[in-house]
RNA sequence: CGGGACGUAGCGCAGUCCGGUAGCGCACCUGAAUGGGGUUCAGGGGGUCGCGGGUUCAAAUCCCGCCGUCCCGACCA
């Protein structure tokens, strides 16, 4: 590594971002252009949050399956709006053993029409439904412009797709998956969130409704984490997905769809980064606990080495989280200085850092090291598994609320001017609540004026008296509280 | 597809204006000392200078063509 320091956030906070993913490893740059390298540091997050996902859709009921790459041509047009959203950024198989395919194949862009082509061949009656699948996936969007983990030409994600009897049902299913994000995101990812509905020009191509999880970053953009869709009727209707109810009659299914990515770690660094680089919260961070022994001479090098490994041992025997053991690394390495090891595993983002040397040794102690605060404090040997939970825990909660209080500081909420959130989107940027008429005529004015979207209409709070009272553009009486700014 | 910049060792770059032995930092290898916040010294390996053509005794350098990458815009349910 040439330089040592990283560049300074605040200066240029894209070039931050992607020196802060290159360096601790996280990611590469592919031979394609717009194709990401997910590195060993990188997927081992995505496989916990995988892991950690994959239990809540468990819990909920849902079944994971596979479907295929390719999806004929033809099935994407089946949904008007579907087709106009994703054609234009579909990859298209055109030759296939030598030969041009009679019908080409698009690489999946996400998977509603191949899933619910088969839905249809399943179902036949009520008693059938719902139907609760999710797909661990890659797929692939030919976007004009990429950036690390936030929008790549290939990416891997998780969709899930049910099949309900009712439109009720398939609508408590898309809150109900949204909230599951909202959970996890809170808990897992310490990333607080926004859930609500998005508005029609930025809903899903060929959904009823559309509902998001919006996290602030550090430069105060926002970035949609997740959606749950309501789909309506209307990919049953293009698949012929339909079942007889109880009454006898036939009927179209409901339908819902909801997908997060490997995007939530580009989440993950643009909202707990610094600038020794990216902090994990512990829940996802593949190793929690790093150890780094410190010795001078050969006899305490393998006194301290043993010592070290003596304490992951007690760290990982430890029963109190249950099976969920303590992850412990010791970093053993020769010919490195500790400062240098430091450095690494702070560049990494490894929550707890251990120093043990000759001194600790004698007194029955050990340095701790919080990631997230830099703090140093002594701890005791004989219970130092729970004190290095507890402390785990600690930084766990204390991300989560540093970065909630971070957002709270960047949104408005009082009702603003329209030139007050012109000089706000075109400086620091925000979170503005504000009251909009409905038009979207005055959605897509803002847009051109100030490149700030409407993130969503917040489901968290109801501001009835308060910005959403009147429109922030035209001060006619409002219809909605909506939640302005820009994204990525 | 428009506007701009760049392409030289694994990474980051200098050298190009003004042609003359292929350089620097980091990383890597060997040895010794060092080791509680990015060690030091000594030695070493590694490059058809993006590709093709032209000018010249001689091209990383000048000329022509091509390719690629990045940034800004357009695009991103």
Known sequence: MSDKKLTPRASDFSAWY???VLRAELADYSPVRGCMVIRPNGY?????????????????GHRNAYFPLFIPESFLHKEAQHVEGFAPEAAVVTHGGGKKLEEPLVVRPTSETIIYSMFAKWVQSYRDLPILINQWANVVRWE???RLFLRTLEFLWQEGHTAHATHDEAEAEARQMLQVYRTFMEEWIAMPV?????????KFAGALRTYSCEAMMQDNKALQAGTSHNLGQNFAKAFELTFQGESGATEYAWNTSWGASTRMIGGLVMTHGDDNGVRIPPKLAPTEVVIVPIWKSDEERSQLLEAAYNVKASLTSWGGRGDDRIRVH????????????????????VPVRLEIGPRDLAAGTCMSARRDTRAKAPLAMSNLPESIAALLTTIQGDMLREARERREANSVREPISYDRFKEL????????????NGDPAIEAKVKEETKATIR???????LPDGPAARCMVTGEPAKHTVIWARAY
């Open 456 to 462: 969503c209409l917040p489901m968290d709070e109801f």
């Open 194 to 202: 926004v859930t609500g509905l998005k508005s029609e020009s930025e």
């Open 425 to 436: 989107m075109e400086g620091e940027g925000a979170f503005v609540y504000a009251g909009w």
């Open 330 to 349: 010791v970093d053993a390495r020769e010919g490195m200085k500790p400062g240098a090891k430091y450095y690494e595993w702070e560049l990494q983002g």
């Open 44 to 60: 081992g997050i995505w496989e916990r949050m995988q892991r950690a996902l994959d239990d809540m859709f468990k819990a909920t």
């Open 18 to 20: 992607n020196e802060t």
């Open 144 to 146: 004009m412009r990429t």
